[in-house]
């Protein structure tokens, strides 16, 4: 199967600073990415939606100014949390479809922690 | 909108079968998808169904009946490895994309 890489896998930082979370396709072109959230003990939420060259398309209640999605190229999307606070702190996966694929491929994860 | 639901919590014994219902109801339906996530880690995909019927991928299997908005998912032979949460996701038609929504997840144990 095709390979999803995120980076970092953990940061720790304070609040009021902000957090890029870096996601690569590595074998394959991801014409769609999707970043998730999951709090501990919840299941996935999907934060967006972005397709290369476009603007995301973000779901409801997740401010769009706060989690920054840059999806510049067909091997990399971007996700920066900016001004984070305590309660941003979860587990972000991102995942990529290209488009020989039916499934979706997940990254790894990064765990956030903001203090 | 679209509603998912799976049990919470399940427990089986190593060796025996185990089934993960689903059930859904959603609008542009346009596949449903298996994943296990072990604790920490990110989802890994397990089984795809479009059409109705069984999809057997070795220990696994997966059920699909779109008139009933049901899926299932069968574990066969359990291993101590195969505790772990069981996601069931749907993919519909988003806004420019197809995208998953995915149920609160089943967690498994497997008990020796």
């Known amino acids: 199967g095709a390979v999803v890489s995120q980076h970092p896998s953990r940061v720790i930082c304070k609040s009021g600073t902000s957090v890029k979370i870096e996601c690569r396709s590595l074998?394959?072109?991801?014409?769609?990415m999707f970043w998730y959230r999951q709090f501990p003990k919840q299941s996935l939420m999907l934060m967006a939606t972005?397709?290369?060259?476009?603007?995301?398309?973000?779901e409801q209640g997740v401010e769009k100014d706060k989690f920054l999605i840059n999806h510049a190229s067909l091997t990399l999307s971007t996700l920066t949390v900016t001004s984070a606070h305590p309660e941003d702190s979860s587990f972000y996966i991102c995942?990529?479809?290209?488009?020989?694929?039916?499934?979706?491929?997940f990254g790894p994860g990064t765990r956030l922690t903001v203090l | 909108g679209q509603n998912i639901d799976q049990p919470t919590e399940m427990t089986a014994t190593e060796g025996a079968i185990v089934q993960i219902n689903c059930t859904y109801q959603?609008?542009?339906?346009?596949?449903l998808f298996w994943y296990q996530q072990h604790a920490g880690e990110a989802p890994t995909f397990l089984s795809y169904?479009?059409?109705?019927g069984l999809e057997e991928k070795g220990r696994f299997s997966s059920f699909l009946s779109r008139s009933k908005g049901y899926s299932y998912l069968l574990l066969k032979e359990l291993q101590m490895k195969d505790s772990a949460s069981y996601l069931c996701?749907?993919?519909?038609?988003?806004?420019?994309?197809?995208?998953?929504?995915f149920g609160k997840g089943t967690k498994l144990s497997v008990i020796p």
């Open positions: 996701a749907v993919r519909m038609r988003g806004a420019g994309s197809y995208q998953l929504t």
């Open positions: 995942s990529a479809r290209g488009a020989e694929y039916n499934e979706q491929f």
């Open positions: 074998d394959f072109q991801a014409t769609t």
């Open positions: 169904n479009v059409l109705d």
């Open positions: 959603t609008s542009g339906f346009n596949g």
């Open positions: 972005s397709n290369e060259g476009s603007k995301a398309t973000y």
